[in-house]
């Protein structure tokens, strides 16, 4: 563990002293950061072990609330001073790591991001913050959990957070039971764990924060924004598509959570801990010891099960409520009721758990490398009444990691534009089996999947030929579920909307024998007949 810190600590380190004149030129890619983890774990000397990685991040700007968070919640990390920390790694990699040190999002631009390798983006300070909150379980979980406040003095204000607490619940309980979007278990007497106090560290104060800047009905705009590469092949430069993106971008809320959940599980495993270049390589690779599941291409159904709704609730408002006497001279927080602080943490939980956690992760276009749209697309109006289910039949291989996912989208755009003569990959969307959605048109725009019936529906393929087999479970509850409801929730999709199999509607096999008799079992499955 001394050591996993101490390495943690140098690296975080590093990203505070940047070698003057030294810009770097590697590509902003997660295996850089593994690298640098690597080779400090196997250069350095742990003279530094006691001196934490957070405590470096946290003494260098004391002025921001987030800041203020951290400093209270790994405050043992905060025991030391911190200290240049010595040289080890090649100029370059500390160039990238004082890089990506610091999240921020400007003019349209976000920083502190890598590319990983299931395709996704992600923050790195999250990410860190959430395996040194991990490293030091035991402080964290030593605080109390139903008086955050006693450090903060007084204590007589909290007295009625029981009472709040219940409302807030009950608010939230109404709230998800009649919504489409999470259906995430509601265990509203749960005692929070570890694991939410890794929450509260990592995401609930950053949360929590958003949605105060902005209305107190609304999720700040640009929630959970995807972003572009300049290249994929050497990553330098992240730009966002929605120009006007809260600091919760796609990637920090990716980040967020792996921070979460990689520090939970480093608060549980026996020591000696795996080196963490170790832990990120199984995690963003094939799994963290052996288990598929365990990895970044499933970081939003881990999440699920992580924490319940109502916990990250808590958790969220009691950071707020935190940050409140630890600031009381912020102006956003100053004169809030408790109970509008619990009233923006529910709103701030039930946007992360339904437009976040319950949604599919969806790779934008500029991801998998798409050509662009030939002609001008024309826009769908919405919502639309049906879901049309395809097979790709070619490729019939199920893909499973991104690389492959990635490409055959890029052979169904070319075969769709160049030997079809179409302006585009017909379908709306494309799920892989390795996690992803891919966007083919999109939400907004007419696709080419169901003749005649282009306007009227979105058209999902499944990648693979399913006339013999099924695709895998992920896949089939993403579109079956996921899908939809998140859909429905976005105004893209009616709510009584009607699922039908290709075949249906146009002379061919698609989807495919078996995984058409499996969706017409499905909800919403819909004789042709009848629409
Ligand atoms: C590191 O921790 C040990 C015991 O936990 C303590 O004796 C030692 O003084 C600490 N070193 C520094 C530099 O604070
Ligand atoms: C501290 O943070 C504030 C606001 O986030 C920023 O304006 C300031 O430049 C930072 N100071 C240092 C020394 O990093
Ligand atoms: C940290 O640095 C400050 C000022 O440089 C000094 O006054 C203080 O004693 C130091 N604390 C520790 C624990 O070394
Ligand atoms: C939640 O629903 C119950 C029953 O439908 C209702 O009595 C209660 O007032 C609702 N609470 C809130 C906070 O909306
Ligand atoms: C909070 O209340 C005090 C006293 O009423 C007032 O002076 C201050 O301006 C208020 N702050 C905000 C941000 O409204
Ligand atoms: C699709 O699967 C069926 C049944 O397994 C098989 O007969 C057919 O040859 C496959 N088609 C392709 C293109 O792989």
């Not at 924004?225 to 990716?254: H, I, Y």
């Not at 291409?297 to 958790?315: I, M």
């Amino acid at each position: 563990m001394m050591k996993a810190r101490g390495v943690l600590w140098i690296l975080l380190g590093l990203l505070l002293w940047p070698e003057p004149g030294t810009a770097s030129s590697l590509p902003l890619v997660m295996d850089s950061i593994i690298q640098a983890l690597a080779e400090l774990e196997q250069k350095v000397l742990m003279t530094e072990a006691n001196r934490t990685a957070s405590a470096w991040i946290l003494s260098a700007n004391n002025s921001s609330p987030h800041n203020s968070l951290h400093q209270h919640l790994l405050r043992k990390a905060l025991s030391h001073n911190a200290t240049e920390p010595q040289h080890s790694l090649s100029p370059e990699l500390q160039a990238l790591i004082s890089e990506v040190a610091q999240h921020s999002v400007k003019d349209g631009q976000e920083y502190g991001v890598v590319l990983a390798p299931d395709g996704s983006t992600v923050a790195v300070k999250p990410l860190l913050i959430g395996l040194e909150a991990g490293l030091q379980g035991h402080s964290v979980t030593s605080l109390p959990s139903d008086c955050l406040a006693t450090p903060c003095d007084a204590g007589d204000t909290l007295t009625n957070i029981g009472a709040i607490w219940s409302r807030l619940t009950e608010a939230f309980t109404n709230a998800s039971s009649t919504d489409a979007g999470a259906n995430l278990p509601n265990d509203k007497a749960k005692t929070p764990t570890t694991v939410d106090r890794l929450l509260a560290v990592i995401l609930a104060g950053d949360l929590g924060l958003a949605f105060l800047h902005g209305s107190q009905t609304q999720s700040p705009p640009g929630l959970g924004t995807e972003g572009c590469w300049n290249q994929l092949s050497a990553p330098r430069v992240f730009t966002l598509l929605d120009p006007k993106a809260s600091r919760l971008t796609m990637a920090f809320l990716n980040g967020a959570l792996d921070g979460a959940l990689l520090g939970d599980h480093l608060s549980q495993v026996s020591r000696p801990r795996p080196p963490l270049s170790h832990l990120l390589r199984e995690y963003y690779g094939a799994g963290v010891a052996g288990e598929p599941r365990f990895r970044s291409n499933f970081r939003r159904q881990n999440g699920a099960a992580l924490t319940s709704a109502a916990a990250l609730a808590q958790q969220v408002w009691k950071a707020l409520v935190l940050l409140q006497r630890l600031e009381p001279g912020q102006p956003q927080l100053q004169n809030m009721s408790q109970e509008a602080l619990a009233q923006v943490a529910t709103l701030a939980t039930k946007e992360f758990t339904e437009t976040f956690l319950g949604c599919p992760a969806i790779l934008p276009r500029c991801r998998w490398g798409a050509a662009p749209y030939r002609g001008n697309p024309k826009p769908l109006k919405l919502p639309l009444g049906f879901l049309y289910v395809h097979h790709t039949y070619v490729p019939a291989p199920p893909c499973t990691t991104f690389q492959s996912c990635a490409a055959d989208m890029r052979s169904m755009q070319h075969f769709h534009q160049d030997v079809r003569h179409w302006d585009d990959i017909g379908y709306s969307f494309v799920v892989g089996s390795d996690g992803y959605v891919y966007e083919g048109r999109g939400w907004h725009w007419v696709g080419a999947h169901t003749r005649g019936h282009n306007s009227r529906g979105f058209g999902v393929a499944f990648v693979g030929n399913y006339t013999g087999s099924l695709p895998s479970d992920a896949a089939l509850n993403t579109v079956r579920d996921v899908l939809p409801s998140c859909a429905i929730r976005a105004g893209h999709l009616q709510a009584d909307y009607k699922l039908l199999g290709h075949r249906q509607l146009v002379h061919t096999d698609c989807p495919g024998d078996a995984l058409f008799t499996l969706l017409s079992t499905w909800p919403h499955f819909t004789e042709a007949e009848n629409q």
